[in-house]
């Protein structure tokens, strides 16, 4: 483990991929298997509250703080791999300490002991990643880089789709003929993570590491610079806020789904699945305009969306579950998962454009930080709201032909996703206070795409309307770069 050369031949460079695309998949798995529905379920199961569903949710999230650990741990064991595979190995050996909760007497001596082992798994997993990061900087040749990444992340994105929707089926249909056995199904869920993730690890063990050409030297004299840049403050404070308002309600949509509309683990995957399917559609579309345009741009754009999905399912239940519930549910999904692309690809990539080249590393770092806490403290005080206001209900309604008619009506969680939405909109008032080059207001991209589509159906004037709007829409998502084709034949 080791073992590590100066320099790699290309035969070593070859399986080094290999084995970390391999890998990819086995960590995939894991975090399929342990995390998202799966989890809040398992915890839900063994009787966790709104404010301990909160803590759960702030657990990977607050992880994130230990980041920085990790070049103090490279520049004293001045090896990488070594940080990320002890690291891995204990976190993912953590999940199988999950999966043996239910053999305990029932209380909240489990939740507590699950609490305990989702931090050392995450806090492990915060740690090894910004090592990981370096190392695979290190080990993929630059002109292939981008190559390899997407098609590991192809790769990945499919197996996260095949298994949840997959485990989620096999858990209802299991269900049907033992009743009252979720417990120990969600145990071998953990147990079967915790091997494929373990397994992961073995491959990065065998990964060949290129040796480091400088070790890094500790950051706590470079991280008050942040602090004194003002146009990155503007954009902790954006990022801080926004993270904190998206939090606030995203955990707690798993149990809302579950437990107020009453959906099964299958359609509870199945709308993940279609977000995710909307996120990976439109990351090309975001990635052209943010060249074209600005991060900032994006975000006008992006984050809008995601917060209107928000706010639109409290009328998923209006003011129960009714008709066109499942509907509006596919719908809202979809949306988010178009918003969430466009702000996951901006928020990353804004940090990077504004850091200083000469103290990116330091910059970063407190960003990282900032945002941690912000999304970490979120669902705690969401969860603790939730028990309050449990019993709480309001109703809008006006007089409309001797009848009256609803216009809005909050119960539980609907008033954390109004809460969320308001929070966003003062997140959005600070996005205006940061200066990136490039910029432009959002209303502008969207006229850009709004003349994209005119141009495409145009070129279609031929075929039957029906057909062409469809068609142009995707042509102005799918292959946004056609733009410059049209203009030029125009």
């Given at each position: 483990m080791d073992a590590r050369t100066t320099s790699l031949s290309d035969t070593q460079v070859q399986q080094g991929l290999n084995l970390v695309l391999r890998e990819g998949l086995a960590t995939q798995s894991m975090i399929v298997l342990t995390s998202g529905a799966f989890l809040i379920a398992f915890a839900l199961e063994l009787g966790a509250s709104p404010l301990q569903i909160g803590i759960i949710s702030a657990i990977p999230l607050y992880s994130n703080v230990l980041q920085i650990l990790s070049i103090e741990l490279v520049r004293r064991w001045r090896s990488r791999k070594r940080v990320v595979v002890v690291g891995t190995m204990i976190g993912r050996s953590a999940y199988a300490g999950i999966a043996l909760l239910p053999l305990l007497p029932s209380g909240d001596s489990r939740l507590y002991l699950m609490m305990i082992a989702l931090a050392i798994q995450h806090g492990m997993g915060a740690i090894s990643n910004g090592s990981w990061s370096s190392w695979m900087r290190d080990l993929i040749p630059k002109k292939q880089r981008g190559r390899f990444l997407s098609h590991r992340l192809v790769y990945t994105q499919i197996i996260s789709i095949v298994l949840s929707l997959g485990v989620a089926i096999l858990l209802d249909r299991l269900n049907v003929y033992y009743s009252g056995s979720d417990l120990t199904l969600y145990a071998v869920l953990f147990m079967v993570g915790s091997l494929a993730g373990i397994v992961g690890s073995?491959?990065?063990?065998?990964?060949?590491?290129?040796?480091?050409?400088?070790?890094?030297?500790?950051?706590?004299?470079?991280?008050?610079?942040?602090?004194?840049?003002?146009?990155?403050?503007?954009?902790?404070?954006?990022?801080?806020?926004?993270?904190?308002?998206?939090?606030?309600a995203a955990p707690f949509i798993t149990v809302y789904?579950?437990?107020?509309?009453?959906?099964?683990?299958?359609?509870?995957?199945?709308?993940?699945?279609?977000?995710?399917?909307?996120?990976?559609?439109?990351?090309?579309?975001?990635?052209?305009?943010?060249?074209?345009?600005?991060?900032?741009?994006?975000?006008?754009?992006?984050?809008?969306?995601?917060?209107?999905?928000?706010?639109?399912?409290?009328?998923?239940?209006?003011?129960?579950?009714?008709?066109?519930?499942?509907?509006?549910?596919?719908?809202?999904?979809?949306?988010?998962?178009?918003?969430?692309?466009?702000?996951?690809?901006?928020?990353?990539?804004?940090?990077?454009?504004?850091?200083?080249?000469?103290?990116?590393?330091?910059?970063?770092?407190?960003?990282?930080?900032?945002?941690?806490?912000?999304?970490?403290?979120?669902?705690?005080?969401?969860?603790?709201?939730?028990?309050?206001?449990?019993?709480?209900?309001?109703?809008?309604?006006?007089?409309?032909?001797?009848?009256?008619?609803?216009?809005?009506?909050?119960?539980?969680?609907?008033?954390?996703?109004?809460?969320?939405?308001?929070?966003?909109?003062?997140?959005?008032?600070?996005?205006?206070?940061?200066?990136?080059?490039?910029?432009?207001?959002?209303?502008?991209?969207?006229?850009?795409?709004?003349?994209?589509?005119?141009?495409?159906?145009?070129?279609?004037?031929?075929g039957p309307w029906l057909l062409n709007i469809p068609v142009s829409v995707y042509s102005a998502v799918a292959r946004p770069q056609q733009e410059k084709k049209i203009k030029k034949a125009a």
């Open positions: 073995l491959l990065l063990a065998k990964t060949p590491e290129p040796t480091q050409a400088d070790i890094p030297q500790p950051l706590l004299s470079l991280l008050a610079l942040p602090f004194r840049h003002a146009n990155f403050r503007c954009l902790m404070a954006y990022m801080a806020s926004w993270n904190f308002a998206v939090n606030v789904l579950l437990q107020t509309v009453g959906l099964s683990m299958t359609y509870v995957i199945g709308l993940t699945t279609l977000s995710q399917l909307g996120n990976i559609a439109f990351f090309r579309f975001w990635g052209y305009y943010a060249d074209r345009f600005s991060n900032k741009t994006i975000l006008r754009v992006s984050a809008p969306l995601y917060l209107f999905s928000l706010l639109g399912t409290v009328y998923a239940t209006l003011p129960e579950v009714h008709t066109f519930t499942y509907l509006w549910l596919v719908i809202l999904f979809l949306i988010a998962g178009v918003g969430t692309a466009g702000t996951g690809l901006a928020s990353s990539s804004i940090g990077l454009a504004l850091a200083p080249k000469e103290n990116s590393v330091a910059y970063l770092s407190v960003l990282s930080l900032t945002n941690a806490i912000a999304s970490g403290t979120a669902p705690i005080l969401a969860g603790a709201l939730a028990n309050y206001i449990q019993h709480w209900s309001w109703t809008l309604a006006i007089p409309l032909n001797d009848e009256m008619l609803t216009i809005i009506s909050l119960q539980h969680w609907d008033f954390l996703f109004v809460l969320s939405f308001i929070l966003g909109l003062h997140a959005l008032y600070r996005l205006r206070l940061i200066r990136e080059p490039g910029g432009a207001r959002g209303r502008i991209l969207v006229r850009v795409v709004l003349a994209n589509i005119q141009q495409e159906q145009k070129s279609r004037q031929r």
